[in-house]
């Protein structure tokens, strides 16, 4: 007779030595498992805020792009503004000259 192979079904011992080895490798397991999990919480929330930082940066960047913008605009505007009230003026003033020199010319005749 010859056993080619065989089966363990069962190992205890009387001082629970083996089960005690197990709950110590289970307890390791346990607290890597927590260590882990916190750990990628705290980078899960480092993320977070470093692209809240970043959101904060670029919506900061446009707006003061925008009101950059609006104020070129309204400094050409009142540039156009300027020029249009000039070129008014000059022909208010042309126009009360040649009635005044309308008026002497009459006066003369």
């Not at 390791?28 to 260590?35: C, H, M, S």
């Not at 809240?52 to 940066?57: D, G, I, P």
Request: hydrophobic share 35%; charged share 40%; aromatic share 4%.
């Amino acid at each position: 007779m010859e056993i080619v192979s065989f089966t363990i079904k069962d190992v205890s011992d009387d001082h629970e030595y083996l089960n005690s080895l197990g709950k110590k490798r289970t307890a390791e397991v346990k607290r890597d498992a927590r260590i882990g999990e916190a750990e990628a919480e705290r980078d899960a929330g480092t993320m977070e805020a470093q692209a809240n930082l970043e959101k904060m940066r670029k919506k900061f960047e446009a707006e003061t792009e925008i009101a950059n913008s609006q104020r070129a605009f309204e400094l050409r505007k009142a540039e156009f503004d300027n020029q249009v009230n000039a070129e008014k003026a000059k022909a208010n003033l042309a126009g009360q000259l040649q009635k005044v020199s309308k008026k002497r010319s009459d006066c003369r005749d």
